[in-house]
């Protein structure tokens, strides 16, 4: 969740929705894939690229989630010196 200090915005929220969603499809397309090796399915290797696509999905909306965030604390330290310097 947001930090007190931060600045409310919708790309905030929006990334922080999007990592949740992005992890959760994530780990169904590892349920999914390892149900299909218990099951001796050999359909279960199309899912390899899904899976690493889903992986890189998920890391990538987490770094953007935290660059964003950096931005709010950046502007903080930034209006704090501001602030200081008055």
Same mark, same amino acid.
């Given at each position: 969740?947001?930090?007190? !200090?931060m600045? @409310?915005?919708? %790309?905030?929220?929006?990334?922080? !929705? #999007?990592?949740?969603? *992005?992890?959760?499809?994530? @780990? #169904?397309?590892?349920v %999914?894939?390892? %149900?299909?090796?218990?099951? +001796?399915?050999? +359909?279960?290797? $199309?899912?390899?690229?899904? $899976?690493?696509?889903?992986r890189?999905?998920r !890391?990538?909306? *987490?770094?953007?989630l935290m660059?964003?965030? +950096?931005?709010?604390?950046?502007s ?11």
């Open positions: 969740m947001m930090q007190s !200090n600045e @409310v915005c919708n %790309q905030c929220l929006r990334l922080e !929705n #999007r990592l949740p969603a *992005a992890s959760e499809h994530y @780990v #169904r397309l590892i %999914q894939h390892d %149900q299909m090796i218990r099951d +001796g399915r050999a +359909g279960a290797i $199309i899912l390899d690229s899904a $899976i690493k696509y889903a890189s999905r !890391n990538a909306a *987490a770094r953007f660059a964003h965030r +950096g931005t709010h604390e950046d903080s330290r930034a209006k704090t010196r501001t602030a200081g310097q008055f």
